[in-house]
């Protein structure tokens, strides 16, 4: 049986990390270097950072993956204007072991498939964003702020499983920083409509969260509030799930 995962999530805006709220209210929470430390030394299984910036600044933040990565010993994913190949050979070359897509699989999905023919499916992560709506999982992009309008949930990941993306995190945008807890039916649609590995994203505020987002089948959970507001730790965490009988690695 296949160990899961606790993925923290770090967002940037310029050189600050920040914490949303349904992906605005952007909050200062410290120092991306020295969380992603602290982090390094506490079990975290990987670590995904996404520049909220990137897509706007019209470059990537590699001199900053290039940094961390020389102290990160957990596998590192980084996301934020990945537009194209040569933007993700430069992730790639600065320390990056995956990147995130998103605003670009629903431009241009070609993009994605030369970045999988060169490095491979398991080195990519598509980012997808919902919100419920009319009894149904829309799906957005660009920071949330656009709709695709060619479909909702079980589309997005039946096209994913198509292009061939590794693996596949749907983030709840409407419980963003709120911390209520995951949605059920969106992990429940989610793990029906996909094989590929699952990661959940939107709504953990507890330990309890994380063991309810593993019985229903996802592969990791990624999480940012529970750790800046809360005070849980990776450690603390891992400790509860193994006492609840969950796989999770080394602790």
């Known amino acids: 049986m296949l160990k899961v995962r606790i993925i923290p999530v770090l967002l940037l805006k310029g050189s600050s990390l920040v914490k ?65 190949l040569e933007k993700a050979n430069l992730l790639f070359k600065s320390g990056a072991d995956k990147i995130v897509v998103n605003s670009i699989f629903f431009h241009d999905k070609s993009v994605v498939e030369s970045i999988i023919a060169k490095f491979g499916s398991q080195s990519v992560i598509l980012s997808v964003d919902v919100k419920l709506k009319n009894n149904k999982f829309t799906v957005h992009y660009n920071n949330g702020k656009k709709t695709w309008d060619k479909g909702d949930l079980k589309d997005c990941l039946r096209l994913a499983e198509e292009v061939g993306v590794g693996e596949i995190m749907v983030n709840d945008i409407s419980r963003d920083g709120v911390m209520n807890g995951f949605d059920p039916r969106l992990i429940t649609d989610a793990r029906q409509f996909t094989q590929k590995p699952l990661l959940i994203a939107g709504g953990c505020g507890r330990k309890e969260d994380f063991k309810a987002a593993f019985d229903l089948g996802v592969d990791a959970v990624c999480a940012g509030s529970v750790f800046h507001w809360i005070g849980e730790s990776v450690i603390s965490i891992k400790n509860y799930l193994d006492n609840q009988k969950i796989n999770v690695r080394n602790i």
């Open 20 to 84: 949303s709220v349904e992906f605005k209210d952007h909050r200062i929470v410290g120092d991306a270097v020295s969380a992603i430390k602290v982090f390094n030394q506490r079990f975290a299984d990987e670590m995904i950072i996404l520049d909220l910036d990137a897509a706007e600044r019209g470059d990537i933040n590699s001199p900053l993956l290039s940094r961390v990565s020389e102290f990160c010993n957990m596998p590192l994913s980084f996301g934020g204007g990945v537009d194209s």
